[in-house]
């Protein structure tokens, strides 16, 4: 079946520090992967969409300087948050889906908490 | 602007009884549609879709019975179980290969035995 890794699982860092969190896809090749932020309000944010041999999509009020990501082959990708402040708390997840297919499939989540 | 919506926002049920989660979305180009269920703690795992070409997919106890020509779409969830208490968020993608799925604000159910 389609799996998605994520870790950590779970991070805390002191504000204006940075950090990063990595998603593995097992048993389908993702040729594209969507960063979202989980806020405590529940919405999900689309930070990112990233997909295999075209460029890195970022929504609005999201940039590369702030959130960069590398997805190098179809099974990994990392994203990273500098200079993380209070308003960066919460669940970031990482979607990864296959061209071709609808399926989009999510991993656990890395729970950001910022000191 | 949400341009996929959930009502309502939270829902009770008792244990066997059928519970009914709406969705209505904006963009006419979505045309794929999938819904989530997340456990507190975890993230949202799939947990049954249907495309714009269908008006209805049957998966178990989980239907999804759709209106393209109203916009709107509803889980139906039969013979609930306590074990179905968590939150659904309906998503919307407009296409196969962006794979860019909005979700909605989500329905937190509670089942009671």
């Known amino acids: 079946g389609a799996l998605v890794y994520q870790y950590p699982r779970r991070t805390i860092c002191k504000s204006g520090t940075s950090m990063r969190m990595e998603c593995q896809a097992v048993?389908?090749?993702?040729?594209?992967v969507a960063w979202y932020r989980q806020s405590p309000q529940k919405t999900f944010e689309l930070i990112a969409l990233?997909?295999?041999?075209?460029?890195?999509?970022?929504e609005q009020n999201f940039t590369q300087e702030k959130f960069p990501i590398s997805h190098p082959n179809l099974s990994f990708s990392s994203m990273t948050v500098l200079n993380a402040y209070l308003e960066d708390r919460g669940l970031y997840l990482c979607?990864?889906?296959?061209?071709?297919?609808?399926?989009?499939?999510f991993g656990p989540g890395t729970r950001l908490t910022v000191l | 602007q949400q341009q996929v919506r959930q009502s309502p926002q939270s829902l009770t049920v008792w244990e066997g009884e059928t519970a009914i989660l709406n969705c209505s979305y904006e963009?006419?180009?979505?045309?794929?549609f999938p819904w989530y269920q997340q456990f507190p703690g975890e993230g949202p795992a799939l947990l049954i879709s249907?495309?714009?070409?269908?008006d209805k997919k049957e998966d178990g106890r989980f239907t999804i019975f759709f209106n393209k020509r109203e916009k709107k779409l509803s889980l139906h969830i039969t013979d609930s179980q306590p074990g179905d208490s968590a939150t659904y968020f309906c998503?919307?993608?407009?296409?196969?290969?962006?794979?860019?799925?909005?979700f909605g604000t989500g329905t937190r159910l509670q089942v009671l035995p």
């Open positions: 998503a919307a993608s407009p296409s196969s290969n962006t794979n860019k799925v909005v």
């Open positions: 963009d006419s180009t979505f045309n794929y």
């Open positions: 249907i495309r714009s070409v269908s």
């Open positions: 048993g389908f090749q993702a040729t594209s």
């Open positions: 990233s997909t295999v041999n075209s460029a890195i999509k970022y």
């Open positions: 979607g990864a889906g296959d061209w071709g297919t609808y399926e989009q499939y």
